[in-house]
């Protein structure tokens, strides 16, 4: 049986936004019994890439779980909001790289989950070209 | 379709093929058998050694050293994988970053609230200089290099004195050991040239005389431009001195049971250049330009496994010492407008 499918839409996610920009959107869960996903959490999140380890640092979370007391099934359609920080800003360096993301990860029986995500850009720092004098 | 277990496994890019949940409960169980261990260890030494015996002996307690930390390691590790059971990435993230957003932590945060992930710049700007606003600190590689050579030094010397201590006594009482005599020279003339090359590195260390920078203003911001006030003192003739602006990636991997680190330069910016000069005490080097950060230019980044760094770098040729390198870090926030400079 294939597992849920999520689908994530970041209002704006074409163009490059900006510290301090709302990032909104919504997010829907299909394919898969209301009964069956225990909790569902929303991160708008960094992480590195590159030759090191990867950092990872959350700007916003949000876990929703059938005992929030919404109305709303945690397989339906969604909102979500968030002022987007100061930094780090998107970067494509040498050997790191900083990547931002609207991530969505489902919690279902048995100790599965699915993820999902969302890249979009925070800022306009151009890609790392080394400049060294000869 | 159900997975098959394997006794391997291998990563694929960010992916591994082997089952999350198997490892987790792997780290358990080998946890909390340390714990058992630990545990009944502790209890076997005080029932059968310590109680019984530890009016007669005080020193019998220290027996618990041994199962200790068993017991330490066991317990943490248990409690860590019971916390990262069914705990997302992002949620431990989430959590860490509440508990260090809490009032009594928040200053000595490694990064401001303002501004996650850059590191603070109240530790480069707590020196106030004398012509400009700030004198900015050196990091200097030099000085662990000098402690190193000292304390090797030491040792290996006090090593070889204590085993010709003994020869020499040997020899006083007639009863000479030849065996000792030969192998202690060469270890007696590599402790004479790690002496000869420890004079050596402090004459270098010290000789060239300090270097020291001041800035107008402090962080910087890409696009902005700073006035800098260059000095170098001693007792030298500089053929050149150079003042560059860099930018470095670092970043730390896992490799088997080692951890490696890679720097790789971005930015080498050119500020200043100086050709033939004669430093004298009376007369220290001292020399006025201005910096200017690309705009564009990405800020510092800190994070457990990756940096980015800004610094200015002074390297010098002086006629009769080695070539000299001091570095300066310096901080480099985001501009107001996320990277593009208006």
């Not at chain 2, 307690?61 to 069914?86: A, T, Y």
């Not at chain 2, 150079?242 to 930018?247: A, G, N, P, R």
Request: proline share 7%; hydrophobic share 40%; net charge neutral.
């Amino acid at each position: 049986m294939s597992g849920p499918l999520i689908s994530i839409v970041v209002q704006g996610a074409h163009r490059v936004m900006q510290p301090g920009d709302l990032l909104s959107g919504q997010l829907q869960i299909d394919s898969v019994g209301p009964d069956e996903v225990q909790s569902v959490e929303v991160s708008v999140l960094w992480y590195t890439e590159g030759k090191g380890d990867e950092d990872l640092g959350v700007s916003h979370f949000r876990r929703y779980t059938p005992e929030d007391g919404s109305e709303i099934p945690l397989c339906e359609l969604r909102d979500f909001s968030t002022t987007l920080p100061n930094s780090p800003l998107s970067y494509d360096g040498l050997i790191l790289k900083i990547r931002w993301c609207v991530r969505v990860r489902v919690f279902l029986p048995r100790g599965r989950q699915a993820v999902a995500e969302q890249a979009f850009q925070l800022g306009n720092v151009p890609g790392a070209v080394v400049t060294i004098p000869t | 379709m159900a997975r098959w277990f394997r006794f391997y496994g291998k990563k694929r890019g960010h992916r591994r093929t082997g089952s999350e949940q198997a490892a987790r409960a792997g780290e358990a169980l080998w946890s909390g058998t340390l714990l058992l261990v630990g545990v009944v260890g502790v209890v076997t030494l005080l029932v059968w050694w310590i109680l019984p015996q530890w009016q007669a002996d005080r020193w019998v307690w220290l027996l618990l050293l041994v199962p200790l930390p068993f017991v330490s390691i066991g317990g943490g590790g248990l409690i860590r994988s019971l916390l990262h059971w069914q705990t997302s990435t992002e949620r431990r993230a989430a959590l860490v970053k509440r508990a260090s957003e809490l009032g009594p932590f928040e200053e000595s945060a490694a990064t401001p609230k303002d501004f996650p992930a850059v590191p603070r710049a109240s530790n480069l700007t707590n020196s106030p200089g004398t012509r400009l606003s700030y004198r900015l600190p050196i990091t200097s590689r030099s000085s662990w290099k000098l402690f190193g050579s000292v304390t090797f030094c030491l040792v290996w010397n006090g090593l070889v004195g204590l085993f010709l201590v003994f020869a020499a006594s040997w020899h006083l009482s007639g009863n000479p050991d030849w065996w000792l005599d030969v192998v202690l020279v060469p270890f007696l003339l590599f402790g004479l040239w790690a002496i000869y090359a420890l004079v050596r590195q402090v004459m270098d260390t010290t000789g060239v005389g300090p270097t020291w920078v001041e800035i107008s203003d402090h962080p910087l911001t890409p696009g902005r431009s700073y006035e800098l006030l260059v000095c170098q003192s001693g007792r030298l003739s500089v053929r050149r001195l150079d003042v560059k602006l860099v930018c470095l990636e670092r970043a730390s991997y896992h490799q088997g049971t080692d951890v490696r680190t890679e720097i790789r330069t971005v930015c080498e910016q050119p500020v200043l250049r100086c050709e033939d000069l004669e430093i004298n005490p009376a007369h220290p080097f001292e020399q006025s330009c201005q910096l200017e950060i690309p705009s564009g230019a990405m800020h510092s980044f800190h994070s457990e496994f990756n940096e980015i760094n800004w610094s200015l770098l002074i390297e010098g040729d002086a006629e009769g010492w080695p070539p000299f390198t001091r570095s300066f870090p310096v901080i480099v926030y985001p501009t107001p407008s996320g990277g593009r400079h208006r």
